[in-house]
């Protein structure tokens, strides 16, 4: 084979490698966006409020065990407070928002601009849940101001609508977290 034969055939052979790599590199980028970590965007370990420290509340019975365990965002000044979950988009089903007083006080509580159904989850001073509120998102016409939960208490947890019921949460039970 003369010369020329020789350059079409290694540029065939460079030009081939170099869409194969391109077509490599592009399906590599269809299985999520990367979440810096080795997770993908769509996995629910990713942080829906990376503004917010964070705590691990688990709820417990009277017996102590464990009905249920979110990863909660805490809203412990009034901005976080008054915007609480109204900017979030949507809430995986093991993540949640504590909202954290300094002592007891009436509380009340709306869903302004809320996109879905939360249940709102009120807590006295010793962390005992004193009542459940399950809030649904506001209608078309509707902008939840008008969706009003009161109770006294000194925190607050808000998750997924009906994450109380799957988990048997129910008033009495304790939230226990560290600030």
């Known amino acids: 084979m003369d010369a020329s034969g020789s350059l079409r ?11 194969t790599s391109l077509g490599i590199a592009t399906l590599g980028g269809c299985t999520g966006t990367f979440a810096g970590d080795g997770e ?13 420290e964070t705590t691990d509340v688990q709820v417990t019975d009277s017996e102590g ?14 901005d976080l407070q008054r915007t609480g979950l109204s900017e979030t988009d949507e809430l995986p089903p093991d993540r949640g928002m504590l909202f954290v007083y300094d002592e007891m006080q009436e509380l009340t509580f709306t869903m302004p601009d809320m996109d879905f159904a939360i249940d709102i989850i009120f807590a006295d001073a ?44 129910q008033t009495g039970d304790v939230l226990e977290f560290e600030l």
């Open 65 to 78: 065990d464990v009905s249920g365990e979110v990863m909660a965002a805490i809203a412990d000044t009034s």
């Open 126 to 169: 010793d962390r005992t849940i004193t009542s459940i509120y399950r809030a649904r998102a506001p209608g078309p016409d509707e902008d939840g101001s008008e969706q009003v939960y009161f109770d006294t208490g000194q925190y607050v947890l808000e998750v997924v609508y009906e994450w109380t019921a799957e988990h048997g949460v």
């Open 40 to 52: 993908t965007a769509d996995d629910t370990s990713q942080e829906v409020h990376p503004e917010h």
């Open 9 to 19: 055939s290694d540029r065939r052979t460079v030009l081939t490698g170099i869409a």
